[in-house]
C-alpha cells in the first residue's frame, strides 16, 4: 500500500443522526440514534429501555444469534438487535468504521426496505476522517462453504470484490449474477436502493404466524401472479441480485472491520455469507489485521462524546 491509500485513516459521523421507523417483523415503532465514535471503537449497539443502556453489542459474526429471515446479534444475557443487515450494509458501504448504535427496540427499522434512507440520512451529516489509521481483515488463505446447493466463498484479494449469483425457479426473478469491486461510490449508486423481496404466498403464511408485521409494498417488492405487484416497479434492472449483495455487504460487515479479500456465492443469503464469515474465522492463519499506511493529519482532532445513554449507563 502507497502513502497515497485511499481511506487511509479511519472514519466516524460528522455529527448525530436520529431516524425513527417501524420493526418488519414486530410492526412496531423503532427509535435509532447514530452517534459518532472515537477510532477502534468499531461498530456497536447500544439497547436502550427507558433511556437507559441494557446492553452493549459489537456488530461482530462471533455474537450472531438467528439467521432465519434476517441477520440477529445478541449478548449472553438474551438481550437482541434483528435485521441489522441493511443498517451495516450502509455503514460498511460508505466506509463507517465508528459508531454507537443507539436502538430502543429489538429490531432496527426496515425504513423503505433497502439502505438508502440510512445512506441520504449520512450523506446529509456527513463523515469524519479521524487520525488513527484505518484496520483491515485480510483474506490470506481460500475459505468455501456449501450447504444445499448453496456455496460461498472468500479469497485473497487486495480490496474488496463482491461477486453474487442468485438462481430462483419464478420466471420473475430468474437466475442474475452481478460482480463489482465494492467502494462507497458503486455501494451508494448501484446498490443501496436495492429493496427486499418476497413472495405474496410467503408472506400472507408469515402474517398468520404474527410474523413480518410490517412488511407491505413500501418497503418489501412483492412478487404474485407472475409479476411484480408494486405499482412502481423495479428501481433498478436485476433488483433482486443487488438486494442479496447489499445483504450480503452487511452481513460480511460483521467481520468487525473492512474485509480485504473477494467475496463470491451462489443461491446465498444471511446463513451463508455467516457461515463464510466464521469459516474464515476458524482458522487464525486463514486471515489477518493489517492497517493502511500512517498519513499526515490534514485538520487538528476533535473530541467525541460519548452517547448520554452509555455515560448513564456507565
Request: charged share 25%; net charge neutral.
Amino acid at each position: 500500500m502507497s502513502n497515497r491509500f485511499i481511506g487511509a485513516r479511519q472514519t466516524t459521523l460528522a455529527r448525530e443522526i436520529q431516524l425513527t421507523g417501524t420493526g418488519v417483523h414486530s410492526g412496531a415503532p423503532v427509535s435509532l440514534t447514530l452517534h459518532p465514535a472515537e477510532a477502534d471503537t468499531g461498530l456497536r449497539f447500544l439497547v436502550t429501555k427507558r433511556g437507559r443502556v441494557i446492553s452493549e453489542i459489537a456488530a461482530h459474526v462471533a455474537n450472531v444469534k438467528n439467521l432465519t429471515l434476517c441477520t440477529v446479534i445478541g449478548d449472553e444475557a438474551g438481550t437482541t438487535v434483528g435485521t441489522v443487515e441493511h443498517l451495516l450494509a450502509a455503514l460498511r458501504g460508505l466506509s463507517i468504521d465508528n459508531l454507537y448504535i443507539e436502538i430502543d427496540s429489538k429490531e432496527v427499522p426496515i425504513m423503505d426496505g433497502s439502505s438508502a434512507e440510512f445512506v441520504e440520512a449520512i450523506d446529509r451529516v456527513g463523515i469524519r476522517e479521524l487520525s488513527e489509521p484505518r484496520k483491515y481483515i485480510k483474506v490470506l488463505k481460500s475459505v468455501r462453504v456449501e450447504e444445499g446447493g448453496c456455496w460461498g466463498s472468500l479469497e485473497p484479494y487486495s480490496g474488496f470484490r463482491m461477486d453474487v449469483e442468485i438462481d430462483f425457479t419464478s420466471p420473475v426473478i430468474g437466475r442474475q449474477r452481478l460482480q463489482y469491486e465494492m467502494s462507497p461510490g458503486i455501494f451508494r449508486h448501484e446498490i443501496s436502493r436495492a429493496r427486499t423481496f418476497g413472495f405474496m404466498s410467503d408472506v400472507e403464511k408469515l402474517w398468520k404466524a404474527g410474523l413480518a408485521l410490517g412488511a407491505d409494498l413500501s418497503n418489501t417488492v412483492a412478487i404474485g401472479d407472475g409479476k411484480v405487484m408494486n405499482r412502481e416497479g423495479l428501481r433498478y434492472p436485476q433488483e433482486f441480485v443487488r438486494h442479496k449483495m447489499l445483504d450480503a455487504v452487511g452481513d460480511l460487515a460483521l467481520a468487525g472491520m473492512p474485509l480485504l479479500g473477494a467475496y463470491r456465492s451462489y443461491r446465498g443469503g444471511h446463513r451463508l455469507n455467516s457461515m463464510v464469515l466464521q469459516a474464515l474465522f476458524s482458522d487464525a492463519s486463514n486471515w489477518a489485521v493489517v492497517q493502511a499506511p500512517k498519513t499526515r493529519a490534514t485538520r487538528a482532532p476533535v473530541q467525541i462524546t460519548a452517547p448520554a445513554a452509555l455515560a448513564a449507563a456507565e
